[in-house]
């Protein structure tokens, strides 16, 4: 057996080297199958060096008080029961056999006899004809190398980090599909900072594979904060990805409460009052079941088109949301604007209520399913005086489109310094700190009647205006003579270009004649 990968300083490209050497192994197998053959053998080796980890503790008690194979020793230390056959040194022994996929698929099933909430988590279709065995062994093999490391890298970290990458890896694999389980960390990342869920529930009512609620965890973390402070809610419609947020919660050690249905017609969190909400949406959804909702109580600002979700989505985020609670979300930019169907009208009320806090327009190519472009919607309860000024009858637009950086011909990504500035330039507005002052071309704090004046659209670039131009200050005479010379050298080069054209074109029995 091959040593264990550990994570260090040699190994910052971890993620990268695992994904290149598992895309290997997928041959002609579709991404949106592979995922699933990956990320769950990922959430095997995770429950299964946990269980180890406690196992080998029990084993060793000198005491011997414990008994290392009893369920209970692991049920109370909130570690996941693995039954011997499921264990990864089990199939590991067994990569090479043709039966492997069968006893994956045993492991996967009697992990979740043995850990009740698990119960239909889990992937158990490894061993149909279509999946090649040798693949899946060298899988078992690389996945395998990834282990526990030392006391300050656990495999929770690790792996939950390999998780994390993997699931990105495969939104840009899956293209347009990819959009319905991953949001793009940079996103994530800016929500979080900007709402700072520092304690109280968090609810994400169309969560994907769970990533706001990762990056929550991060924050508090990061921030000196307790984990125990925040409790997680959250809902996912689509059954497959469902079970990727479970299993990537799990290999957080994340406690949360997700449930699966649809948020519209069948809400598992009827009751909950979050204090915030952290959400992206399916973008323009013309299949929401509208229909069957029109005289739904969740509609206090006006009934939603059937036809486009975006302001269901929005009413039902403000339904949830307690009455101190703060609301952060994606939406399509038309949103911002648009009047058709009676979104105008929804969107009025939203603003005349006074409760939308802050707007913000994004840059285009940060998202993986979708060229629609997206901004952020921040709605807060009580913005008379909790906990920062009062911000009541004023609203901060901020124009970020020209922030980001490309980070392949598809994709841009907002860096941290981006994030940093937006977020920070938010708190300092709110009154956390820091002086704010508006920025023309990038941030505006707007009254109410400002935006009554344009008809309730917020969308930033009305407002901020435009960068100011740095003062040309070279003198003209000298600006003419700087042109002039560069015209002249690109003058020549072209007349080189055009000999040389002539000489090619002569030599292949061509004689270029010019028109008269």
Same mark, same amino acid.
């Given at each position: 057996?091959?040593?264990?990968?550990?994570?260090?300083?040699?190994?910052?490209?971890?993620?990268?080297?695992?994904?290149?050497?598992?895309?290997?192994?997928?041959?002609?197998?579709?991404?949106?199958?592979?995922?699933?053959?990956?990320?769950?053998?990922? @959430?095997?080796?995770?429950?299964?060096?946990?269980?180890?980890?406690?196992?080998?503790?029990?084993?060793?008690?000198?005491?011997?008080?414990?008994?290392?194979?009893?369920?209970?020793?692991?049920?109370?230390?909130?570690? @996941?029961?693995?039954?011997?056959?499921?264990?990864?040194?089990?199939?590991?022994?067994?990569?090479?056999?043709?039966?492997?996929?069968?006893?994956?698929?045993?492991?996967?099933?009697?992990?979740?006899?043995?850990? %009740?909430?698990?119960?239909?988590?889990?992937?158990?279709?490894?061993?149909?004809?279509?999946?090649?065995?040798?693949?899946?062994?060298? *899988?078992?093999?690389?996945?395998?190398?990834? &282990?526990?490391?030392?006391?300050?890298?656990?495999?929770?970290?690790?792996?939950?980090?390999?998780?994390?990458?993997?699931?990105?890896?495969?939104?840009?694999?899956?293209?347009?599909?990819?959009?319905?389980?991953?949001? %793009?960390?940079?996103?994530?990342?800016?929500?979080?900072?900007?709402?700072?869920?520092?304690?109280?529930?968090?609810?994400?009512?169309?969560?994907?594979?769970?990533?706001?609620?990762?990056?929550?965890?991060?924050?508090?973390?990061?921030?000196?904060?307790?984990?125990?402070?925040?409790?997680?809610?959250?809902?996912?419609?689509?059954?497959?990805?469902?079970? *990727?947020?479970?299993?990537?919660?799990?290999?957080?050690?994340?406690?949360?409460?997700?449930?699966?249905?649809?948020?519209?017609?069948?809400?598992?969190?009827?009751?909950?009052?979050?204090?915030?909400?952290?959400?992206?949406?399916?973008?323009?959804?013309?299949?929401?079941?509208?229909?069957?909702?029109?005289?739904?109580?969740?509609?206090?600002?006006?009934?939603? %088109?059937? &036809?486009?979700?975006?302001?269901?989505?929005?009413?039902? @985020?403000?339904?949830?949301?307690?009455?101190?609670?703060?609301?952060?979300?994606?939406?399509?930019?038309?949103?911002?604007?648009?009047?058709?169907?009676?979104?105008?009208?929804?969107?009025?009320?939203?603003?005349?209520?006074?409760?939308?806090?802050?707007?913000?327009?994004?840059?285009?190519?940060?998202?993986?399913?979708?060229?629609?472009?997206?901004?952020?919607?921040?709605?807060?309860?009580?913005?008379?005086?909790?906990?920062?000024?009062?911000?009541?009858?004023?609203?901060?637009?901020?124009?970020?489109?020209?922030?980001?950086?490309?980070?392949?011909?598809?994709?841009?990504?907002?860096?941290?310094?981006?994030?940093?500035?937006?977020?920070?330039?938010?708190?300092?507005?709110?009154?956390?700190? &820091?002086?704010?002052?508006?920025?023309?071309?990038?941030?505006?704090?707007?009254?109410?009647?400002?935006?009554?004046?344009?008809?309730?659209?917020?969308?930033?670039?009305?407002?901020?205006?435009?960068?100011?131009?740095?003062?040309?200050?070279? %003198?003209?005479?000298?600006?003419?003579?700087?042109?002039?010379?560069?015209?002249?050298?690109?003058?020549?080069?072209?007349?080189?270009?055009?000999?040389?054209?002539?000489?090619? *074109?002569?030599?292949? &029995?061509?004689?270029?004649?010019?028109?008269?």
């Amino acid at each position: 057996m091959a040593s264990q990968t550990t994570l260090n300083g040699s190994s910052n490209n971890l993620e990268k080297t695992l994904w290149a050497t598992a895309d290997k192994l997928r041959n002609n197998m579709d991404a949106a199958e592979y995922k699933h053959v990956v990320l769950g053998l990922i @959430f095997l080796k995770y429950i299964s060096d946990s269980f180890k980890e406690v196992y080998e503790e029990l084993k060793n008690d000198p005491s011997k008080l414990s008994d290392p194979e009893d369920i209970d020793e692991y049920h109370s230390r909130n570690v @996941f029961w693995v039954p011997q056959k499921a264990r990864w040194d089990y199939l590991l022994q067994n990569a090479k056999k043709p039966e492997i996929g069968v006893l994956i698929d045993e492991a996967m099933e009697a992990i979740e006899k043995g850990n %009740p909430s698990l119960l239909g988590v889990l992937p158990k279709n490894y061993a149909r004809p279509a999946l090649d065995k040798q693949r899946l062994g060298e *899988l078992i093999d690389l996945i395998g190398n990834v &282990g526990l490391g030392d006391r300050e890298n656990k495999s929770k970290d690790l792996l939950g980090r390999v998780y994390e990458y993997f699931l990105g890896q495969f939104a840009d694999a899956e293209g347009k599909k990819g959009g319905q389980f991953y949001t %793009p960390r940079c996103i994530v990342h800016l929500l979080v900072e900007m709402i700072e869920p520092y304690k109280g529930r968090v609810f994400d009512p169309c969560c994907g594979s769970g990533g706001m609620f990762v990056q929550s965890e991060k924050f508090v973390e990061a921030h000196g904060g307790r984990i125990g402070d925040i409790s997680i809610y959250g809902q996912e419609s689509n059954s497959t990805t469902w079970r *990727l947020s479970k299993m990537n919660l799990a290999i957080r050690g994340i406690d949360a409460n997700i449930g699966w249905g649809d948020s519209f017609t069948d809400d598992k969190h009827k009751d909950l009052k979050a204090d915030f909400i952290l959400a992206n949406p399916p973008f323009n959804d013309s299949d929401w079941k509208g229909e069957q909702l029109r005289d739904d109580v969740r509609w206090k600002f006006g009934v939603p %088109p059937t &036809g486009n979700a975006n302001f269901a989505w929005v009413q039902h @985020f403000i339904h949830h949301l307690a009455p101190t609670g703060i609301a952060g979300f994606v939406l399509a930019n038309g949103s911002m604007s648009s009047n058709t169907s009676g979104e105008g009208e929804i969107r009025k009320n939203i603003v005349e209520a006074d409760i939308v806090d802050c707007m913000i327009a994004l840059p285009g190519q940060l998202f993986y399913n979708t060229m629609i472009p997206a901004c952020l919607w921040f709605i807060s309860r009580d913005r008379s005086n909790h906990k920062f000024r009062n911000r009541k009858g004023e609203v901060l637009f901020i124009d970020a489109r020209n922030l980001g950086e490309m980070i392949d011909r598809r994709h841009r990504e907002l860096t941290s310094e981006d994030i940093s500035r937006i977020a920070s330039t938010y708190h300092a507005w709110r009154g956390e700190g &820091g002086d704010y002052k508006d920025i023309a071309g990038f941030c505006k704090s707007t009254s109410l009647e400002e935006i009554r004046k344009h008809s309730h659209i917020l969308t930033p670039g009305r407002y901020v205006g435009t960068e100011e131009e740095e003062e040309d200050i070279e %003198p003209f005479d000298e600006k003419m003579e700087r042109l002039t010379k560069r015209l002249s050298d690109q003058f020549a080069k072209s007349k080189e270009l055009e000999e040389e054209i002539r000489k090619n *074109l002569s030599g292949l &029995g061509y004689e270029f004649r010019t028109l008269d």
